[in-house]
């Protein structure tokens, strides 16, 4: 399973670089493909502070996210956020 | 060699980098930990962070065979958490060295911190030095971590109770900032999570945030229509 689950990750991550070089992409793709990105981490933030196993919610992680957020918005640096958000959601568990 | 070293961490992107390997790493011990309580072998363990070398997959596949679940699923679960990596491949494929030996090396490497550290650079130069110093550093601290765990045990506790879990989801908003300023970037991402929101209920794991990137093709098509 480990082999499988191995290659089969090691496929997308190749696969995307095939899949870019062999779509000579228009300015038009182009563009879509440096949005991709963007998107899905956002999509990720997003599952990241919210999901509870396929439910939507709200936890101490995601009012840490929202404190480290602010920090970054703040120009902070990179590992105060980090700190930041860890130190919020750690506090608030502990209440 | 001090001298270089300050030289080094005077670049952001570099320390970043460092610092986001550094937190993957904790989280490394803990799949190491789990993967030991789960009795998964050293050597299972060790080579799922060698190979596999995706968090979110590793802990949603020992998650769903230790509960008991059907290793089949794991698979599924997993590869659907781990097709994000592909549409990263597909987005900063730039970034990556054009030699072919040093490409195929590379793609074991993207992940999401490698696609947001590289993205969140100004230059093709610092994109692929982010690129780099951030997968090699994640590389090392996930397989050390994951050493770590499996064979010294619950040294560094829960992450969760540290808080680590909200670490990411901040770090990557901090990284995702630099595109906000662009219009086409900032609706791509309002998009994204919108869809991401919606998918948390409605969709399997690992599909909302693929679903995410739907509104990067949406943004396009409706900046299109505008003109």
Same mark, same amino acid.
Not at chain 2, 152 to 165: A, Q, T
Not at chain 2, 200 to 211: D, E, H, S, W, Y
């Given at each position: 399973m480990i082999l499988g689950l191995a290659g089969g990750c090691y496929f997308f991550k190749v696969g995307g670089l095939i899949a870019a070089d062999v779509t000579r992409p228009t300015p038009r793709l182009y563009r879509v493909l440096s949005d991709l990105t963007p998107a899905v981490l956002a999509g990720l933030i997003v599952v990241q502070a919210f999901d509870g196993g396929g439910t939507l919610e709200v936890g101490a992680n995601t009012a840490g996210l929202f404190v480290g957020a602010l920090a970054a918005w703040c120009r902070a640096p990179f590992a105060v956020v980090l700190v930041l958000a860890a130190a919020a959601t750690a506090g608030l568990r502990l209440l | 060699m001090g001298n270089r070293l300050k030289l080094f961490w005077a670049r952001d992107h570099r320390r970043d980098g460092v610092l986001l390997g550094a937190a993957v790493g904790i989280f490394g011990v803990t799949f190491g930990v789990l993967a030991a309580a789960s009795g998964l072998s050293a050597l299972k363990a060790t080579a799922m962070s060698l190979l596999v070398f995706t968090g979110a997959s590793q802990f949603a596949a020992l998650g769903i065979v230790s509960s008991g679940g059907d290793p089949l699923s794991a698979l599924g679960t997993a590869l659907l958490l781990a097709a994000r990596n592909g549409v990263y491949a597909l987005s900063i494929s730039e970034v990556l060295p054009t030699n072919r030996? @040093? @490409?195929?090396?590379?793609?074991? +490497?993207?992940?999401?911190?490698? /696609? $947001?550290?590289?993205?969140?650079?100004?230059?093709? %130069?610092?994109?692929? %030095? /982010?690129?780099?110093?951030?997968?090699?550093?994640?590389?090392?601290?996930?397989?050390?971590?994951?050493?770590? #765990?499996?064979?010294?045990? %619950?040294?560094?506790?829960?992450?969760?109770?540290?808080?680590?879990?909200? $670490?990411?989801?901040? #770090?990557?908003?901090? +990284? +995702?900032?630099?595109? +906000?300023? %662009?219009? @086409?970037?900032?609706?791509?991402? !309002?998009?994204? /999570?919108?869809?991401?929101?919606?998918?948390?209920?409605? !969709?399997?794991?690992?599909?909302?945030? !693929?679903?995410? #990137? !739907?509104?990067?093709?949406? $943004?396009?098509?409706?900046?299109?229509?505008? @003109?």
């Open positions: - | 030996v @040093r @490409r195929l090396a590379a793609a074991q +490497l993207v992940i999401d911190e490698t /696609a $947001a550290m590289s993205t969140s650079q100004p230059a093709m %130069e610092e994109s692929r %030095e /982010a690129f780099w110093i951030t997968g090699i550093s994640v590389f090392v601290f996930w397989n050390a971590g994951t050493l770590i #765990g499996v064979f010294v045990g %619950e040294v560094v506790g829960d992450p969760l109770s540290w808080g680590l879990d909200a $670490a990411f989801p901040a #770090g990557f908003f901090a +990284l +995702l900032l630099p595109h +906000l300023s %662009e219009t @086409r970037k900032r609706v791509a991402a !309002l998009l994204g /999570a919108g869809i991401a929101v919606i998918g948390i209920p409605l !969709l399997p794991r690992g599909l909302p945030v !693929l679903a995410a #990137g !739907l509104g990067a093709v949406i $943004a396009a098509i409706v900046g299109g229509k505008k @003109r």
